[in-house]
């Protein structure tokens, strides 16, 4: 018997129309436990580096995280994996919501779509039964207006459905997929379903999940319910709203926005409003929400109430997202009312809420330096909340200088170019990332910036505190109840962590510790995202109710895996190692881990080369970010090594760098 996962997949070529359902093999759940584990296999094993994201042969997975569907407060995440258009690298987007535990109680753990349909379609499980059905009635239709119009045609309330909107049509490569209370927005999935004329994804399911020790399980789940009732009646002092308390810093029962708007950039993040924050705002921008938001919501079975449904005068309801609610605000220079109504028609576009602003604040940019003219803007009204209005349109129909915007600031200042490519200064890998330009270098966050495969926000953020506290008595007081710790070790850096002198930063934490937090905190995130669990719950905040201590308890009691601490960490370890393996031969290299070069005032070159020197022999690769042969094979992935050798990604001679490695280091 399987338990936690129900052992089948789903696999439907959109080509041939075919649809089968695949017994998989409970060997792979070993070794990469599931969600992110296996679809890095999947990937890895079918999807070679020569096929391009909008090819038929390119894969689009739709993983349930291995505890999904389980009784474990918190965990549903959809991870959606496949290559992107935008990066051209392994693609791991993942949405919260109620998608994921439906798919479990249909009896699927994945959803594996390859081909392309020559029609729009929209694919309906309805347990056993599974359909491909005519779409092009929803041609063109918002993504959450298609998620009621589908459950309203099938007369199913309680389908869950993951659409796209328009932009995921047009292959908008900031294009989202877009679900109940939730989406998966980074790195252009969206186009990928929209390539493959899928419009939605309907799911309907009433089985049942088997729990190995349901006992001992039920017993955990209590514990974390226990604690995240304590954490909520004493969150952490000292540290900022945000980091105070549980779930995602969606901040949508608390008004604070200090932190956020005076830490964070504005425009196309180049300004800091450092005084921002004043009594009268903080007043006007209370009234706007609690007169605009409909109620608070949690994911499926969680009792955070993170999240918030959002109702703007004269539009219709929809899902706040996170860090959204402030992104086209500040990449406006606007107030919050004009945020929260543009983000219901980028909802129902179906863009992701973090790159959209951002190109569309690029655009602005290049227009007032005169890289692009009004030859280019035809029509775009005078004022600046209209011309945010006009470029959304134009961006997710693809209409003039639209079409162009729509592939992402870094493709889109190619294209432009004539000194464009200075104004997209805000990518790693390709992609927009957070709007942040800071002081000084913070080597935590510079390795977990650079060698991060995520794409998003939760990469960079962890369990270890983001900086020292100033007093020694505060930080005796935090490391006392922080058992969350995978080593004691970790509190004796904090405490002698310091706000300025010789224990202070960019040189302390030391380069050895910032490599153990950073593993620590990378390990978290895929550890989530195996497991199917919620950030807000694990990786990302300080103190979380899951961790590495009681997360093997969890896939024994529930997936029956004999699991402790260190098979634990060995297998995140093996899939994490598959997922930079994906990357690596998609030609990922040194020269692509770094940060934005303007993201730190005061950089530390010599540091910085120090401390990627260091992560990577850490992680077992090479000084190109390879892994190597060594420590492939001491993870059980000789055939990937087998891989590399052939396409001369490394030598037979382990350790050698390759002709490739060593051209591209002579050219540095
Ligand atoms: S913490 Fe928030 S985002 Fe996470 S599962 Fe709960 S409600 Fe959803």
Known sequence: MRYAETGFNLEIDLSRGNIERVETDPKETELYLGGLGTNAKILWDRVPPEVEPFSPDNLLIFSAGLLCGTPAPGCNRTIVTTVSPQTRLMAFSMMGGFWAPELKYAGYDKVIIRGKSPNLVYLWINNDKVEIRDASHLKGKGAVETQELIQQELDEPKAQVAAIGLAGENRVYMASIEQGR???????????????????????????INVAQPDEFLELCNEVLEYIKFRNENPIPGVM??????????????????????????????????????????????????????????????????????????????????????????AAFSNLAFGLGIAQKATEYGVDGFSTPQVMAFALELYENGILTDQDMPGM???????????????????????????????????????????????????????????????IYFLMYCTGEKINITQIEGQFPQAPYPKREDREAFVKDWFQVPDEKFKQYFLDWELRGENSMPYYPTVQMCCDIVDWQERMH????????????????????????????????????DMDEDKLTQAARRYRTLVRANNIRRGMRRKDEKPPEDHWKKRFPELEAELLDTYYKFKGWNNQGIPTKESLHELGLDYVSEDFVQREILKDNEGTPSKETLAEKEKK
Request: charged share 25%; hydrophobic share 35%; with cysteine.
């Open 241 to 330: 709203t945000i980091l105070q308390g549980l779930g995602s810093p969606q901040e949508m029962a608390t008004h604070d926005e200090k932190w956020h708007t005076e830490n964070f950039m504005w425009g196309n993040s180049r300004v800091r409003r450092k005084d921002f924050w004043n009594e009268e705002i903080a007043k006007e921008w209370k009234e706007t929400m609690e007169s605009m938001q409909t109620r608070l919501i949690s994911c499926y079975n969680c009792p955070m109430k993170c999240g918030a449904t959002i109702t703007p005068p004269g539009q219709t309801t929809y899902m706040m997202k996170c860090f959204s609610k402030l992104t086209y605000t500040m």
């Open 381 to 443: 009204p005078s004022d600046n909340e209209g011309r945010f209005l006009w470029l959304l349109d134009r961006i997710v129909r693809r209409e003039g200088i639209g079409d162009v915007l729509a592939n992402g600031t870094y493709w889109a200042a190619k294209e432009i170019g004539n000194g464009a490519e200075e104004y997209a200064h805000n990518n790693i890998k390709k992609h927009e990332q957070l709007p942040l330009k800071l002081s000084m270098l913070n080597p």
């Open 526 to 561: 895929y550890i989530d995202d195996a497991l199917g669990m919620c950030s807000g719950l694990s990786s990302f905040p300080l103190k979380p109710p899951y961790h590495m201590h009681n997360y093997p308890k969890f896939i024994s009691a529930g997936a029956g895996l």
């Open 182 to 208: 939730s989406s998966a927005s980074r790195q252009g999935i969206g186009a990928v379903m929209g390539d493959k004329n899928v419009k939605a994804i309907v799911v309907r399911g009433t089985k049942d």
